[in-house]
């Protein structure tokens, strides 16, 4: 079978390639150069050239084909604008998840399929089973990685089909230690190379430094809220509906800021997320103060003392229909139904027990035990067992 491997240059596409070569198959590799802008990288880091030249030296080693495609002005349309988009709104992207629907098995495997490759492989860790239905249809299943250290399924949660049905992860069966046993025996260059630490498509950037290239920072306030906060004590309503009691929990508390006091100043409500403890500049507190609220119309930050701060908790969320989408489209519910499922809301967040319902007007995930830091545009992604079923953007 002829295979495109998305060389990184990192070890686990390395391996990816290596494995596929010792199963017979031919493979070609390709490098995707990727936006940057060497302004906001940390010091001396220009991470596309360093892997371009450390991905050309692994195809030498295995004596595969190799090129680079250029897909940078691609990945400032669909991920980089993006990004500021959301982050202007007050809402945290995900350009990992979108770099995967968008670009890795979108156009670069168009590109893949028309050098003639019938896959496509990638170094994530995760996995693709298929079954056939009683029509004799095939699905494809994505499955967690069996290193759940480094399970990247998350990253994967909105392949379609047939994006699936094209899509390999050798590695998925592996664990990193084991990934890098392997490199190591066989010499290649990449055995060593620690893992990248960046956003998806420009390697190491101080996020606000990037962000500000497009975001004009703008003064405002940190207001913090206290644990005496009266909304956090008030007895629920009686509903009509579950879908009412849904509406309800999934709903943000729209703090102001006579609800609590000015402590400090911030340099843009935009440069910041919910959950977020650092970068924050304040003092004088037993516990590190986070992120409960932002209210971006008047550029105020609303903070919390300590992880365990009720502002920070809420025990359902919901997703706009229109970003509701199922891997297992067979699977995908009707008005009125609902599921128990796994769910996470971020990427290395253990898997939380939950109900999903998908009503006319909305979908939304309810927990088991209240989430912290449920932050808009993020992904919520379901399982099943170790199944990834669907995901949707947090509204």
């Known amino acids: 079978m002829k295979i495109v491997v998305g060389l990184s240059g990192g070890v686990d596409s390395s391996v990816t390639a ?7 198959h031919e493979v070609i590799a390709l490098f995707m150069r ?24 692994v195809a030498q080693k295995l004596g ?6 250029d897909m940078s002005e691609l990945y ?3 991920i980089v604008d993006y990004m500021f988009d959301e ?8 350009p990992d998840v979108l770099c995967n629907r968008e670009v890795k098995f979108d156009v670069f495997m168009k590109t ?10 990638t170094g994530h860790y995760a ?15 994505l499955l967690a990685g069996k290193d759940n250290n480094k399970d990247q399924s998350y990253f994967l949660c909105q392949l379609s089909q047939d994006q699936l049905s094209k899509a390999l992860f050798p590695i998925g069966e592996l664990t990193k230690p084991e990934v890098r046993e392997i490199a190591k025996e066989i010499g290649l260059v990449t055995a060593d190379k620690k893992d990248s630490q960046g956003l998806c498509f420009i390697g190491k950037v101080s996020l606000p430094t990037f962000l500000q290239q497009q975001l004009v920072p703008k003064e405002g306030e940190i207001v913090e809220i206290f644990n005496d906060f009266a909304e956090y004590y008030k007895p629920q309503p009686n509903f009509n509906s579950k879908q009412q009691e849904l509406e309800y929990l999934s709903a943000k508390i729209n703090y102001k800021k006579e609800d609590g006091k000015v402590i400090g100043k911030h340099q843009g409500a935009q440069f910041f997320t919910i959950g977020q403890s650092k970068g924050l500049g304040i003092g004088g507190h037993k516990e590190s103060c986070f992120i409960i609220s932002r209210e971006m119309e008047n550029n105020i930050i609303f903070v919390g003392e300590g992880r365990n701060f009720p502002g920070l908790f809420r025990s359902a969320l919901k997703i706009d229909n229109s970003e509701v989408h199922w891997v297992r489209e067979d699977l995908r519910l009707k008005n009125g139904e609902s599921m128990g499922v796994m769910a996470r809301i971020r990427y290395r967040q253990a898997l939380e027990k939950a109900t999903i319902y998908q009503f006319e007007d909305g979908f939304y995930m309810e927990f088991e035990n209240p989430q912290s830091a449920i932050a808009e545009g993020q992904f ?3 399982y099943m067992d170790d199944e990834l079923i669907g995901s949707g953007v947090i509204s």
């Open 64 to 69: 595969i084909p190799y090129q680079v495609i």
């Open 18 to 24: 290596y494995l596929l070569q010792q199963q017979g």
């Open 76 to 78: 400032k349309e669909r």
């Open 112 to 121: 893949a399929l028309s050098l003639g490759a019938e896959k496509v492989a």
């Open 87 to 94: 982050y202007q709104k007050g809402r945290t992207p995900n």
């Open 380 to 382: 919520a992604a379901w």
């Open 127 to 141: 996995r693709v089973e298929s079954t056939f239905d009683e029509n004799g249809k095939e699905i494809f299943h």
């Open 34 to 57: 990727n936006w940057n802008d060497a302004s906001v990288t940390l010091e001396d880091e220009c991470p596309w050239i360093e892997d371009s030249n450390d991905a050309l030296l």
